[in-house]
């Protein structure tokens, strides 16, 4: 069954095990993601009645379901389906789908997944002859699971340029599948997290949606994840980008990658009970998935104690991925505080870290084409998601974000509250939709086979530092992020003199409506002395 589905599954590398091996090898301590502190006490996070969905050809199995795991409970899917109707006993149950789901709910105490706690909906397409209208109901029937309520879904899978129907089909965001991905998370208010770009090509959409977050896969350097691996297709120069081109790599400048987490040599658990090894971006994907069910279950508790500066923006797509991108590594801290309390130095395929990347010196280039903005650390995403919402009528603390809107031609500015000190970094991450509407040809709110969506376009926002007692937009500006083409801008700059800033959104061009909402997530460090 494997085999036979390779071909369209996301960086499958599986190596029978015969002697046990340690629990996910560090892929959620400190080494990796950093969730296994937010397990215990006193954070208690373990994605409890959080839903998170999870698309691929096949299905895990379900215990009472399925014969291939009547043995192993240690995966509890809430649900399985078969595109959008339930999954027939015993059929289309596939292993890397079962390994994809144990790294984000497995509750085996010795190959514990990332939330073991939240609630899994898991949709097998079927077939490799299904093509991108029955890969669209299926992601949308996981989205309405759970009374609607799913807060992130997890793709670790790809489909084929070869097999769009449109002539001479590329990454410009307009397969049927991609245009779905971004309609449906604004519809269903859910966070698509997508195994990212890697091997010889040919396997690319959905990489190139707008509103979903990308996974590169990292391996370990010293028994630390902490270098892209080798496997992750990017393109390094100009060459290989046209070498590339219609294969795994967006029209234009647009950014690819959003985000890296652990996918290399993880041990999982089979469903017969045998441990295996996995490796590729499909097992990074799922990392990224379950910790937003930790944080969701964090920002819930949160809204059920009526905390201040907390809101049902929290439960926002744009806000869980303003948030997980800001909060990600780059540059390790030397105890400090200057570079954000950072654990460890991300590296690229060329061993070169963030301060030597074009992407830190280029305000055009929010993303890193290898890096995205940093390796997943779990326990900052928890940090810079706990420090709450915060408006711009008030003045702002050194972390937090907000979840706002902002109309055409004007600028939304947040003063931050305390001096930021000299030579301490700044990260700023701006995110926001892509207008994808559906072609409701019968009027049902949803998706059916010969609808397809119209794609609206994506307004233009930018990001700026500047210093506070500026007034003109044209002066004063430290850093800056200013992509037009991309819905993510993301800063991260060293401050030149201690002293008072702000953080002013710009929305600079309109494509579609005249008010957009937006997410925004800041950490800084304010000066101690």
């Not at 691996?229 to 590339?244: H, I």
Request: charged residues 20%; positive net charge.
């Amino acid at each position: 069954m494997v085999k036979k589905i390779s071909w369209i599954i996301w960086g499958l590398s599986v190596t029978c095990l015969s002697v046990p091996v340690l629990a996910l090898e560090n892929t959620l301590s400190t080494n990796g993601i950093d969730a296994l502190k937010l397990h215990k006490l006193p954070y208690n996070l373990i994605g409890r009645k959080i839903a998170i969905g999870q698309v691929e050809i096949g299905r895990p199995g379900k215990f009472g379901v399925d014969k291939a795991v009547s043995k192993n409970r240690s995966v509890n899917i809430a649900g399985v389906f078969l595109r959008n109707s339930p999954a027939k006993s015993n059929s289309g149950v596939d292993s890397h789908a079962y390994n994809v789901a144990g790294v984000m709910i497995s509750t085996d105490k010795a190959f514990p997944g990332v939330a073991p706690g939240a609630r899994l909906y898991s949709s097998a397409v079927g077939s490799t002859k299904m093509g991108q209208p029955e890969e669209c109901l299926s992601a949308q029937h996981i989205a309405l699971q759970n009374s609607g309520d799913v807060r992130a879904i997890n793709f670790s899978f790809g489909e084929p340029l070869n097999r769009d129907p449109r002539p001479d089909a590329v990454l410009d965001g307009n397969a049927l599948l991609t245009q779905c991905i971004d309609w449906s998370a604004r519809a269903h208010n859910g966070l698509y997290v997508i195994a990212g770009n890697q091997g010889k090509g040919g396997i690319p959409i959905p990489t190139d949606n707008f509103n979903g977050v990308n996974v590169a896969f990292s391996s370990r350097r010293g028994g630390i994840f902490n270098k892209v691996d080798v496997s992750n297709l990017v393109a390094t120069s100009e060459a290989m980008t046209q070498r590339l081109s219609g294969k795994e790599i967006n029209l234009g400048p647009r950014g690819t990658i959003g985000i890296v987490a652990p996918g290399s040599n993880i041990p999982m658990l089979n469903p017969d009970g045998k441990i295996n090894k996995v490796t590729g971006t499909s097992f990074a994907a799922p990392h990224v998935t379950a910790t937003v069910a930790l944080l969701q279950e964090f920002g819930d508790r949160q809204l059920r104690k009526k905390q201040p500066n907390w809101s049902l923006a929290s439960r926002q797509h744009e806000v869980m991925k303003a948030v997980l991108l800001n909060s990600a590594e780059k540059i390790q801290d030397m105890g400090d505080g200057l570079r954000l309390g950072m654990t460890r130095t991300l590296i690229n395929k060329q061993n070169q870290d963030w301060l030597a990347s074009e992407t830190y010196k280029n305000p055009k280039k929010p993303l890193d084409p290898q890096m995205g903005t940093g390796h997943l650390n779990a326990y900052r995403a928890y940090e810079q998601f706990s420090a709450g919402q915060w408006q711009p009528s008030q003045s702002v603390p050194a972390i937090g974000w907000n979840y706002n809107t902002i109309n055409a031609g004007s600028s939304v500015e947040y003063v931050l509250a305390k001096p930021l000190q000299q030579n301490s970094f700044v990260s700023i991450t701006l995110a926001w939709d892509r207008l994808v509407e559906l072609n409701d040809k019968n009027k049902n709110g949803q998706f059916d086979p010969g609808e397809d969506f119209r794609d609206r376009g994506l307004n233009n926002l930018d990001i700026y530092l500047v210093k506070a007692d500026e007034k003109s937009p044209d002066t004063g500006t430290v850093c800056a992020s200013i992509s037009e083409v991309d819905s993510v801008e993301h800063i991260f700059c060293p401050v030149p003199t201690t002293g008072k800033y702000k953080i002013r959104v710009q929305f600079q061009n309109q494509l579609n409506e005249a008010t957009q909402l937006y997410a925004l997530a800041w950490w800084t460090r304010a000066n101690r002395d």
